[in-house]
């Protein structure tokens, strides 16, 4: 079990969290299983950037982004050379720092 670290943010998580991931279990589905409602407009099949996060730490633990997440990753809001898809990246067995960013660019967000 890896521990993910998440940085405060304003909607999603305002007082930051610590949440444990199985290795194999990607990001988002990490978030998205300890109850912080990240965007994933696209249901995880890399199609959008909605689930962007920065990777602060612990990122060469995860798998490498494939070509089709890193033509994504070019139109994500506030991209960094630390930036992923969560829906892509899978948690290995190290411990993580996760930011997510302020923006996405999900214009019509639903349920909201």
Known sequence: MAVIRILPH????????EIQAPAGTSICEALL??????EHACDMSCACT????IVRQGGNSL???????EDMLDRAWG????SRLSCQAIVAQQDLVV??????INHAKENH
């Open 10 to 17: 304003p909607e999603y998580c305002p007082e930051g969290a």
């Open 33 to 38: 299983d300890n109850d912080i409602k990240i």
């Open 50 to 53: 909605t689930c962007h996060v």
């Open 63 to 69: 798998n490498e982004p494939d070509e089709s997440e």
């Open 79 to 82: 991209l960094e050379p630390q």
């Open 99 to 104: 930011e997510i960013p302020k923006y996405s």
